[in-house]
């Protein structure tokens, strides 16, 4: 089945001028736009008049090679010159794409589609530089990911972090994650928490049959993994772990000797000093 098969089965109407796009760019990193909910503003704003004579759009973000997830299907109800757009404060670019582009879309999402948002995946061909293209270049799907999927696809072990609550997500629905929990169980490793809204930081270490992916699990279920400095600041601030940031500093074999793991997991904590002013004790 190919993607326009699959959208018409949802409404989309296809003889509707629109277009296809991939957003994929080194310079704004498309996991961070997603992450905090920028995404949808970093699209309005274009250099160029991309979406010209245009009804609607299907959008995509790039992933490793020629494939692409599904983020969304929108409506073109008109577009701006880029000096109306929004300027969101906490957003870090917004200013800058306010400046650079020329013009500004008000592209409004169709909830019809959103079902399909992280877990349809297709193969946008060789040309990934032609990020916007036509609906007559149907693409072929590679597949549809299980419902309950909150994750994008896994990437790399070294370019994610996940917020506690995706953390959870990712435990509360294993069977559509199973990328994750296949590449997160593969490894141990050093990670890192980062409590956000503090700057606190907690250095860890996996082993292990399970690698991270059972260690992590255990903060799943209790926000502080058996951590006795953790526990305590749980006890006096039940919403602590929610500001908590899990991140993997090194990968390694979840067969090495503990006591080798232990030692990557020491220089760590002296480089990032989650001893001295950190939730590290030891």
């Known amino acids: 089945m190919s993607l326009l098969e699959i959208l018409k089965l949802r409404g989309f109407d296809p003889s509707i001028p629109g277009r296809l796009v991939r957003h994929q760019d080194d310079r704004f990193p498309v996991e961070v736009l997603r992450r905090h909910a920028w995404f949808d503003l970093y699209q309005r704003y274009q250099r160029r008049p991309v979406f010209y004579r245009c009804g609607q759009i299907v959008a995509f973000y790039g992933l490793p090679g020629t494939r692409a997830a599904f ?3 929108y409506r073109v109800n008109g577009v701006h010159p880029a000096s109306d ?18 013009h500004y879309y008000d592209l409004e999402r169709d909830s019809r589609f959103d079902e399909f948002r992280d877990r349809l995946i297709i193969d946008w061909g060789k040309s990934t530089r032609a990020w916007v293209q036509t609906l007559r270049r149907d693409k072929p799907i590679l597949e549809i ?9 896994f990437d790399d072990y070294l370019e994610f972090s996940l917020t506690f609550a995706e953390l959870r997500d990712l435990f509360a629905n294993e069977d559509a994650h199973r990328e994750w929990r296949a590449r997160l169980s593969a490894v141990g490793g050093v990670y890192l928490i980062l409590a956000e809204t503090t700057g606190d ?5 996996a082993s292990g049959e399970s690698g991270v992916w059972g260690r992590w699990r255990e903060y799943a279920k209790t926000g502080h993994g058996g951590n006795a400095l953790l526990k305590g600041v749980i006890r006096g601030d039940r919403e602590y ?14 067969t090495m000797a503990r006591d080798e793991i232990i030692k ?5 904590k002296d480089k990032l000093g989650s001893r ?7």
Request: some cysteine; proline content about 11%; hydrophobic content about 40%.
């Open 201 to 205: 930081l907690y250095v860890g270490s």
């Open 241 to 254: 772990p929610e500001r908590f940031r899990f991140s993997i500093l090194q990968i390694l074999p979840k």
């Open 85 to 102: 757009g929004e300027v969101l404060p906490e957003c870090p670019w917004s200013r800058e794409w306010h400046e650079i582009a020329n």
């Open 264 to 268: 990557r997991e020491a220089l760590y």
């Open 145 to 153: 990911l299980a419902p309950g999927r909150t994750l994008p696809p």
């Open 71 to 73: 983020h969304g299907v």
């Open 276 to 282: 001295a002013t950190g939730l590290n004790l030891n």
